[in-house]
């Protein structure tokens, strides 16, 4: 007898040669074969008498041949079968081109179901091309909703179909149920074979929205607890067990009060930091929101324990202002701080080295330098990395092999919605900062056209001759740039800037300058030796330029939503009233949206969850860059409530039981092992 284990090769009509494409499409067993989900459905529920169905409705309709097929070659490559079917109502004319099988197949005084569009010319209704099949067929492709299926070379609709459809009848009520009873009834969820029944030949639309909700939530649950069971596991796998200090004495140093949002942030990483687990914490925040201050909270909750920090930043000017802000919060304790970064003399590298090594410092800021050869780091208690999206996983892990499973805060400046957050970090635990500092005023965005480039350019002459400095960001052109709009390279531009503003020094940085000469130019902004700054997003990170009140961005059409965000908040972080103007001549309702969404908000969490919904996650995350497992039927855009239920529960769930041990948890258990081994490389 067939079980969910059998293999594909087992069904009627499923030979060698289909076995392989399936495969290819991941399908191996019978289980598989029910997982595999219809990308869409088409209605060929509906019925009609011939004579009521309207021109141009695309219907079902039940006929009896009155006549005898007649093939009819018209000319080379192009024959045509023809036939009349009637009705009590009507009839109606039936045509096939180049199918001459057909005229064997459609006998004279049977009954068929054709589906099909209505074409009525006066009085005489005709269908061409229906899906034809004899009235009473079982399973077959008419009269009901009917999936379509993703294909490959090798299968077409019909055959998955009919393998699916068999599949089904032999094993549908094997299909275990991964949701505990209790929650599945608490949840409304339909149960698993009435779901998995429903999601390929839905009995109807109703009963297709009751099987999807059941497997979303499915899905994302199943999800949630791979990913719980392994954040589970670090936590028990033991790490440096700190002792608490009360983290009022550092706040009681700070020119301000943290706010509501920092405090939390801090607390959550401070209980990991004190558990005996070791801490995997990534704080998301707005641009702006203090992300800074969390890292120095933790990092004197470290030095408090004797310990080494270590604080990797993007490049080197990051590290710089790092190194400043950092130095504030901390000098006055007499946290002792060093600097590590690739340009620096090889004496003053070896002197850090050195330094390192006999516990002469409790934190050292840098670029990657920080894990090159030879730097260790004896005592190392924790690793923060800022910017994370900057680094690769492998850079994160090269730097925190440095030490003994040290703890590890990662600070990321890109919103997203904290559910999505939670998985696509899969490993990580999340902090949200979602509270900005009180005085910081919002940025006025505006979205205009080039014919404001006269006005524009008042504006940047204006608040030049008030002292500010300007911003103005190119998309990256590259080299074989095929689509023919008129882009500006960021140099190009900034010669043309210098030509239309000879009395204001422009400069400009792009990816093809070396880092060394980038740094100078952004250092000489820094110090307002530059009025006008023409960029690539290289500054997208987060260098820091209180007196920059503009920020410009061409062809904004090219940046994501999530992008033109991070590039506004490199303005408005003075006390100068701030502006970012988005320039766009792209046609199209879709760009217009977009860019509007950002002069109605200036919450990057906002931002982001639009941006999402309107891109749609492939797209937003760029295809698995985060290692994100592919969902099948969940959108992790449209089904973030369903994504936050399934979260609470998967949570709760292994707070009782979290190795998933207890035998009613076993179906789900072997999902959850599956999912794990297959994702094993994103998940650790
Ligand atoms: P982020 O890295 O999240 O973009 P920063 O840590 O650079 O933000 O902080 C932005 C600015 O806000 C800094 O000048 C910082 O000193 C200031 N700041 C941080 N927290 C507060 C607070 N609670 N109240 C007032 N100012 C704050
Ligand atoms: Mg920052």
Redesign the pocket.
Known sequence: MADLNTDVRYIKGIGEKKALALNKLGVFTLYDLLSYFPRKYEDRSRFRPIALAAEGETLCVCGLVADTPRLTRIRRGLDLVKFRAVDETGAMDVTFFNQPYVKDQIQRGESYIFFGKIEIKGTHRSMVNPVVEKEGTVNGVTGRIIPVYRLNAGVNQRSILQAVSQALSLCADQIPDILPEELRLRCALAPAPYAYQNIHFPADFGALEIARRRLIFEELFLLACALGRVRGERVREGGIRFERHDIEEFYST?P????GA?RRAVNEALNDLCSGGVMNRLVQ?????????IAAALIWECWKNGRLSAFMAPTEILTEQHYE?LSAFLKPFGIRIGKLTGSMTAKAKRDVKEALQSGELDLVIGTHALFSEGVEYPQLGLVVT?EQHRFGVAQRSALISKGEKPHVLV?S?TPIPRTLALIIYGDLDVSI?DEM????QKVDTFAVTESYRERLNGFIRKLVGEGRQVFVVCPMVEENDELNMPLKSAQEHAEALAETFPELRVGCVHGKLKPKLKDEIMHSFVAREIDILVSTTVIEV?V?VPNAALMIVENAERFGLSQLHQLR?RVG?GKHKSYCILISDADGEEVKQRLQILCKTNDGFKVSEEDLRLRGPGDFFGSRQHGLPEMHVADLGADAQVLQRAQQEALALLQTDPMLDKPEHRALRERVDRLLTANEDSFN
């Open positions: 700070l301000f009060s943290p706010t920092q925040g707005d641009v702006g929101s203090g992300k800074t201050l802000t800022d600070m400046a900062l500092p009180p005085g910081r987060g820091d908040g972080r």
